[in-house]
């Protein structure tokens, strides 16, 4: 069976720096650094993606995990396809320090108030 990332064990890796980021803060960072690029107002931009001014900034600071749709419209008032965040939010995920305790666990880790069981 092929695998799309190489699989490293924690020795394979540098000593790392911070967390994984979660994929709802990659894409707020995203879309805050893109709507910066085009020196818009968050007014500017939700108003075009049909939402609150107050949910976008909830977005981009990573504090909302927006549907796909909301993500949709956003990115669409932003000029960019739902695909190119996607991907340079991927992009940036794989850049990203993994924290080793995560590659022992074989899981992310686990952060904020509340941690979900499987």
């Keep these: 069976m092929g695998h799309l990332l190489p699989l490293r064990t924690p020795s ?29 107002k968050l007014s500017e931009t939700a108003s075009r993606a049909g939402i609150s001014t107050q949910y976008l900034s909830e977005i981009e600071r990573g504090r909302k995990d927006p549907s796909s749709e909301v993500l949709s419209a956003v990115a669409g ?3 960019l396809t739902l695909r ?4 340079a939010a991927a992009r940036r995920l794989y850049a990203a320090p993994i924290e080793s305790m ?15 069981a499987s």
């Design 84 to 87: 190119d965040l996607a991907a």
């Design 77 to 79: 008032a932003l000029d």
């Design 12 to 40: 394979d890796r540098p000593d790392p720096v911070a967390p994984e980021p979660l994929w709802r803060e990659v894409t707020g960072d995203l879309l805050r650094e893109r709507r910066h690029d085009r020196g818009e």
């Design 102 to 116: 995560s590659l022992r666990q074989g899981v992310g880790a686990l952060r904020g108030p509340l941690a979900l």
